[in-house]
């Protein structure tokens, strides 16, 4: 198999023709041939830098008092001990010494020896790292990594899926309580096990993949556990096994979301796509369980995404390369909706915070996370005839404004507010053709990343990353680094920084006059010759932060793209048209992402009637997947979504099981349909009755179908003939649809869709809009009196948590 970047990689065919998809599987190298996977950042001190040092094979021994884990590479072997004679104590000591191969099976043997009494030594499995320990009401258990699967390489830093995994009880039979064979205990354990991480989980040994490439770049810390947690889904799993051992040989670090990495072509070029969607763990859950923010400024559905560019240069690993981060999340405001059997829409539920404390922390943890500028992209609607969205639009363009008065001008955060939904009716492009303006304009204030790195003076074993020099005075050097808040540039990208900067200014050469050297954390020395850096993040958000979500993602990722492959010399523009074959193959990787998000999220796959529309798809053919998908949405959020957020709070460490409290089932309706967990905020909403909401509101322009502070979008509009042929979204049917019922699916009654679907003449699915069907399809579905049981299985399928 090939893997971009790796140092030993086959060639890789050139692509003849000007844009093409060259192979939709990144390869790698197995698992016996890696070359150096140096330099995690996340990885301790003492670590040995050695290439071999990062195999992870592990062979998993036991006897009855004792397991024992082996950590083997070509020079060195390293010893776990796990103790099985206390239930529910965690017991775990690693030896010191660093054995070799033959010194290693010597141990083993006299290990068997001694415990022959007892049955002696056995082998229990092969692994390739833990993923954590976890306790419910009885004995602790362990969670191995039994097989994975490479999907890709950055740099020459493979990263790894998970294929298939084991739960090991820890203590033996005859130590175990009669709790550790409870109804409840094995109760826990399966809804411990139904978060499915084979499914949408990945991780490296070498990079710290939940972090972006400029952060493990440019912020070059060393020493014990520095990651971040936000996007590490085992953090609560590791925290035990970190606190006795301080070491991090022997985890993994598991992100959620997407991952994608494909090699394409353009102008003759080969170059590698990586796709990465990093979801929170804070505030995480589903749908309608988590809405809004916490006290903490967390938002549910946080979620970062990130795009990789970097040339293919076959045997070698790249030496330029760049990547954008982007950010979606659900509106920080306290809000939330109540799950429903009843109501495919239910209500909105808003408390209005009148000092709007923990908008500010979010911001706040935004702008520490990506700097300055920070660019808010709301998509929800302005005006409906029942007031539903817009109630959250209005109070957070209000809760922007007030957090602006405590900020200082050249730190106030950007906004647009559009009703993306009123152009949803007119043609797919245009509604494609005004967002690429949009990310154009946010492009120019945040700015992306770019690396170049001379080759002559970096070690072909060496893929550390590089950490910033102290100078005499002890004071730190940042020529060649950059983190969040400043970054230092050469002088022909100053001319990109200028406020009023032409596009062809922001993507002239940046190739610096000087190479600068600086160490990297095992020693070496790595020269970068070029740096640029982003500054701030686009936000994007609409009601799910779903569907309108991820089309604006796409948008603004193919304008960053451009920019990218310009920079690199791929290019000779820095844009790419909507109708080239590029941004079709593009769009299609940005669908699949959405598709997994919304799996994760809202339980189908994502509403892409714009995509459906761009590739050509009959309306007929639109129509009914969509119907599908809000269906599939409905049958999850009203009868699966209480289990499934029990189980994540479980994994989560967000609940923990103890003996003298109430279960996790008692108290959220695990296993039964209908009601359950409320929104963890919901002690703070009251229903705000909609005069009252909108008396309270004097700025009329926040009624608009667009507002903004940094752009003008009214001339974008009339440059664009994007009012042409758009219809008035407030326009009535001249004749009623009927409406559908909403009987319980389960039961294979009639199924109609709520009254509440049928809005403003057309037909609103979650995030995106159907447009009105002819009443004789909609009788046509009202004749269906019962759904087919694989109706349900696809509906459970499509789970992306679940197995």
């Known amino acids: ?43 301790n001190n003492d670590e040995p830098n050695d290439a071999s040092f990062y195999l992870h094979v592990f062979e998993l021994y036991e006897t009855q008092s004792n397991f024992y884990m082996i950590r083997k590479n070509r020079t060195s072997w390293r010893l776990l001990k796990i103790g099985r004679l206390r239930a529910s104590e965690l017991n775990i000591c690693q030896e010191s010494t660093t054995y070799t191969e033959s010194e290693c099976k ?77 109804r409840e205990e094995r109760r826990y354990k399966k809804l411990f096990c139904t978060v499915d991480i084979t499914q949408g989980f990945f991780f490296s040994y070498s990079y710290s993949i939940m972090q972006s490439l400029q952060k493990n770049m440019c912020e070059g810390k060393t020493g014990q ?26 985890t993994v670090y598991l992100v959620y979301g997407f991952f994608k990495q494909v090699k394409l072509s353009t102008h003759g070029k080969d170059f590698w796509l990586t796709l990465i969607a990093r979801r929170s763990q804070h505030c995480a859950g589903t749908r309608y369980l988590k809405r809004g923010v916490d006290e903490d400024g967390n938002v549910a559905n946080d979620v970062e995404t990130e795009q990789i560019i970097f040339e293919d240069i076959p045997g070698e690993i790249p030496t330029c390369f760049s990547s954008i981060v982007q950010n979606r999340g659900s509106i920080p405001l306290f809000w939330s909706q109540e799950t429903s059997k009843l109501n495919l829409k239910p209500d909105i539920i808003l408390n209005k915070d009148k000092g709007y404390e923990a908008t500010k922390l979010h911001f706040d943890n935004l702008a520490e996370r990506y700097g300055k500028p920070i660019v808010i992209l709301n998509l929800i609607k302005s005006e409906e005839k029942k007031p539903r969205e817009s109630i959250l639009r209005s109070e957070f363009a209000s809760a922007v404004k007030y957090v602006d008065k405590n900020l200082s001008e050249d730190s106030h955060l950007k906004f647009l507010h559009w009703d993306i939904h009123k152009h949803y009716r007119s043609k797919a492009k245009n509604v494609l053709t005004m967002l690429v303006e949009v990310a154009a304009c946010t492009l120019k204030l945040t700015d992306f990343f770019y690396c170049e790195m001379a080759p002559a003076l970096r070690y072909e074993s060496d893929l550390r990353w590089p950490t910033s020099v102290m100078d005499d005075a002890g004071d730190q050097s940042s020529n060649n680094i950059c ?8 002088d ?94 593009f769009m299609t990787y940005y669908e699949k992402m959405g598709d997994t998000l919304s799996l994760q999220y809202g339980g189908s796959t994502a509403h892409n009637k714009i995509f459906s529309e761009r590739r050509g798809q009959c309306k007929a053919t639109i129509r009914y997947q969509e119907l599908l998908r809000t269906f599939q949405r409905y049958y999850s959020n009203a009868f699966t979504d209480v289990d499934k957020q029990a189980a994540i709070d479980l994994f989560l460490g967000r609940f923990q099981p103890q003996l003298d409290k109430p279960a996790i089932w008692e108290h959220c309706g695990v296993g039964k349909s209908g009601h359950g967990f409320t929104n963890e905020i919901s002690r703070y909403t009251a229903v705000v009755p909609h005069g009252q909401h909108f008396a309270e509101s004097a700025d009329s322009s ?97 789970e992306a948590l679940y197995r």
Not at 3 to 25: H, I, K
Not at 144 to 155: D, F, K, N, P, V
Request: hydrophobic residues 35%.
């Open 1 to 43: 198999m090939e893997e971009p970047g790796a140092a030993a990689a086959d060639a890789l065919t050139s692509g003849a023709s000007d844009v093409q998809v060259m192979s939709s599987d990144p390869g790698a190298r197995a698992p016996d041939g890696m070359a150096a996977d140096g330099g995690a950042v996340a990885r």
């Open 106 to 182: 010597e141990l083993l043997n006299r290990i068997h020896e001694e415990n022959k009494s007892t049955g002696g030594l056995k082998f229990v499995t092969d692994c390739y790292g833990i993923v954590g320990f976890v306790k419910f009401l009885g004995p602790y258990y362990m969670l191995l990594i039994t097989e994975r699967e490479e999907i890709g390489a950055i740099l020459g830093h493979t990263i790894y899926a998970i294929t298939k995994s084991k739960i090991i009880a820890l203590p033996n039979s005859s130590v175990q309580s009669n709790m550790a064979n409870s």
């Open 225 to 250: 556990l520095l990651y971040e947690s936000m996007f590490i889904w085992n953090e609560f799993l590791t925290r035990e096994i970190h606190s006795h051992l301080k070491s991090t040989l022997w």
């Open 483 to 490: 983190s969040s808040s400043s970054c230092s540039t050469t």
């Open 492 to 585: 022909k990208d100053d001319v990109d920084m200028q406020e009023n900067g032409s596009q062809e200014n922001m993507d002239s050469d940046i190739s610096g006059s000087e190479t600068k050297t600086i160490a990297v954390s095992n020693g070496g020395l790595c020269s970068v010759k070029s740096l640029r850096c982003q500054k701030g993040v686009l936000r994007t958000n609409c009601i799910d932060c779903l569907d309108r979500t991820n089309i604006a993602q796409y948008a603004y990722g193919l304008v960053a793209l451009g920019h990218q492959l310009h920079a690199l010399k791929l290019s000779p523009c820095p844009s790419i048209p909507l109708d080239a074959t590029l941004a079709d193959h």
């Open 702 to 798: 926040l009624y608009k179908d667009w507002y903004s502070n940094f752009l003008d979008f009214e001339s974008i509009l009339s440059s664009r003939s994007f009012l042409e042929g758009e219809m008035n979204d407030r326009s009535t049917l001249n004749s009623p649809i009927e409406s559908l019922s909403t009987q319980n699916i389960a039961d294979g009654r009639s199924n109609e869709a709520s009254s509440d679907l049928v809005e403003n003449g057309s037909l609103t699915e979650g995030d995106q809009v159907i447009e009105e069907q002819p009443q004789d399809t909609v009788r046509t579905a009202n004749k269906r009196n019962k759904f087919p049981d694989s109706f349900a299985h696809w509906v459970h399928h499509g």
